[in-house]
């Protein structure tokens, strides 16, 4: 009962078990898709197409044609990859954490949010390949039987935890996200009129027919996987942030970064989550299922973690100054709050810090609007974060002589769009034909939601 | 010889779940019961057990010992080689040993689920009522020829009475799925 009065009600307007089916597969069993649906495909493949002629050139031309250089080795590439992933893990922290806590408002939302770690996932994986120059050998980064001794990989590197973190984070995701839309093809396939459709959602469905025993193992299963997920999504950007922190660079070799890392990577999922919850609500007409409520109760989570990035930039500052070490405290004093980068730094700072503390006030996260405004501003200043991170410690470590600017190239920022347009058409293409909400879970919790209290709460 | 089932169809899991429970109770066999959602109270009644987590466990052992056997000997035995003066042996092993047990403990756990529930892509499966992963759950039971009238007179009160919107009768499909209780 605790989460009824806290967060009103899940679904609104007294909804059956049919009309749930009904709602949520509109889109999907709509004989063409609208208008508007054909332009964004249209605008996503000219992303993606310039994406590919960034990488054309990158893999034709040579890694020369980034702005990278001997010092900036890691620029656009590894930005992006950690903003990616760091949007990845929304998925996981709905489906996964809210399970474990309890949640039931995540029903509404944990689909679109693991189908966005999928797709994120894949566009973070790109990056490190394409930063390797040479992407035909990619391959050299799993331990595989060679002929070169057989030389092995470095299993103390954290590049190589890398790899092996991101893949168990696709496959995790994939699977888990995939397993949970096998009871909702099986109702599509139940549905179904044309005969295609039946086959191939009937394919997908794996043969679910929903018998106790059936849902037994779907749920134990489920729960396992989310109690193995859980540790996975700590350890993979944790991991990540250890491709910085062993180093020795000054502003990276912090033990902080961990537990900033994930944080960071948590607040920029659900930033990216509710950008995306707002259009989807709106465009596909799901106000009864993603409720004013439920947007609130992201906003306030996103008070709460901004507030711990706040404190972790702090504790950085405090500790570059209180820690005595002179490069330190030039790459934070000199080279970020003050210097070059001090744009960069100060747009993650507000973005990050200050403008997400606006939630606090209840007139804010009930407009709609502003909500949006202040998610897209958490997505930027998450990009800036990595920005600061990669290039500022970069550009000027120990010796002076080997001191370098960086500034992308046209190449790297269309490889980046590329992505975006990677993202966007996975999303479109997913909105078509995939059920958007889980809509078993949905009818699952409309028995103690929707029938008590609806009235109290109908102006939600 | 064809069997034939009797079905009771309901529409509101409460009362579905009390249905099966009076059911049950009066000893009758239930063969199966289909949702379009997952019923808690219905595994206990039914007394519906799993040993997927035990399993789970297991994996995770032999994900941890195969991932530790292959970095101790790929490092040690096959191509033993100093990185940065750590020792061949590491401890930092852990990290590559912690996850590689999520990824192997993972697709075995779903491995395990698809074969144990008989799941596969393209499985033909024919519904033995199509609207029970819409809104309607059923109770399916079967009508044994040994049965006598009353029995059967007696299952279709018990299914009327405990708020059965329908009850049909109909013969089993040739893919029916046939669950046993372990």
């Known amino acids: 009962m605790y989460n009824i009065d806290i967060r009103g009600v899940l679904v609104k307007g007294n909804k ?15 004989k063409s898709p609208p208008m508007w649906w054909y332009f964004a495909i249209f605008i996503t493949l000219m992303m993606i197409g310039l994406g590919l002629w960034g990488i054309y050139v990158t893999i034709d031309t040579g890694i020369g044609t980034w ?31 809210l399970l474990i806590l309890r949640q039931k408002w995540r029903s509404s939302i944990n689909r679109a949010a693991e189908a966005m770690t999928v797709v994120a996932v894949i566009c973070a994986g790109m990056f490190p390949m394409l930063h390797m120059g040479r992407i035909w050998d990619a391959i050299f980064v799993f331990p595989y039987w060679n002929t070169r001794g057989p030389l092995w990989v470095n299993f103390n590197s954290p590049l190589f935890w890398d790899v092996v973190a991101i893949s168990t984070y696709l496959m995790a995701s994939a699977v888990f996200w995939y397993v949970g839309m096998i009871p909702d093809f099986a109702l599509i396939r139940e549905r179904a009129t044309s005969r295609i459709k039946k086959s191939v959602y009937g394919f997908l469905s794996f043969g679910w027919v929903g018998t106790a025993k059936g849902w037994l193992r779907f749920e134990t299963a489920s729960l ?14 944790s991991i990540v942030s250890m491709d910085f922190a062993t180093s020795i660079v000054p502003g990276w070799h912090t033990t902080i970064f961990p537990p900033y890392f994930v944080i960071g990577a948590i607040f920029s999922g659900f930033g990216m989550v509710l950008t995306l919850m707002i259009i989807v609500r709106k465009v ?28 972790a930039y702090t504790t950085e500052l405090f500790v570059a100054w209180y820690s005595g070490g002179d490069y330190e405290m030039f790459t934070f004093m000199k080279n970020r709050v003050t210097g070059e980068y001090t744009f960069a730094f100060w747009t993650m700072i507000t973005c990050n810090a200050f403008i997400p503390q606006l939630f606090w006030f209840k007139k804010i996260r009930s407009s709609i609007l502003l909500v949006f405004i202040i998610s897209i501003f958490i997505n930027i200043g998450m990009w800036f974060e990595r920005y600061v991170i990669v290039v500022t410690s970069l550009s000027k470590d120990f010796l002076p002589a080997m001191w370098a600017s960086y500034s992308a190239t046209f190449v790297e920022v269309s490889i980046f769009i590329g992505t975006l347009g990677i993202f966007a058409l996975g999303i479109l293409l997913f909105f078509r034909y995939i059920p958007m909400i889980a809509i078993s879970e949905i009818k699952g919790i409309l028995k103690p939601t929707s029938i008590l209290k609806n009235d109290d709460h109908g102006k939600n | 010889m064809e069997k034939i089932n009797i079905i009771g169809i309901y529409d509101d899991p409460d009362i579905f779940t009390d249905a099966v429970k009076k059911i049950k109770e009066n000893d009758i066999s239930i063969k199966n019961v289909f949702s379009p959602i997952p019923l808690h109270h219905i595994w206990d009644i039914l007394n519906l057990k799993t040993r997927l987590p035990t399993l789970t466990f297991i994996y995770g052992v032999i994900g941890v010992v195969i991932t530790f056997a292959f970095l101790y000997w790929t490092s040690v035995v096959n191509y033993p080689l100093k990185f940065g003066g750590k020792p061949l042996n590491s401890v930092s092993f852990i990290i590559i040993m912690f996850v590689a047990t999520i990824f192997v403990a993972t697709i075995l756990t779903f491995m395990t689920f698809f074969i144990r529930q008989k799941l596969w892509p393209g499985k033909k499966v024919v519904m033995i009522d199509p609207r029970t992963m819409d809104d309607k759950f059923a109770i399916v039971i079967e009508k044994d020829p040994s049965l ?3 029995d059967i007179d007696k299952i279709n009160k018990l299914l009327k009475d405990s708020g059965a919107v329908e009850i049909n009768e109909k013969p089993e499909p040739d893919n029916y799925i046939e669950e046993e209780n372990d």
């Open chain 1, 284 to 311: 596909f007409k799901y106000e009864d299922y993603v409720t004013r409520s439920h947007l609130d109760a992201i906003a306030r989570i996103l008070v709460f973690i901004s507030l711990i990035m706040g404190t």
């Open chain 1, 67 to 97: 702005g990278v250089n001997n010092n900036v080795a890691w620029g656009f590439g590894i930005i992006n990859f950690v903003w990616w992933i760091g949007i990845g893990h929304a998925g996981t922290a709905f489906s996964i954490f």
């Open chain 1, 16 to 30: 059956t078990c049919a009309q749930v089916s009904d709602d949520i597969l509109r889109p999907l069993e709509a």
């Open chain 2, 148 to 150: 006598s009238s009353q």
């Open chain 1, 224 to 237: 396992l996987l989310g109690g193995l997920a859980a540790p996975l999504v700590i350890a993979v950007h």
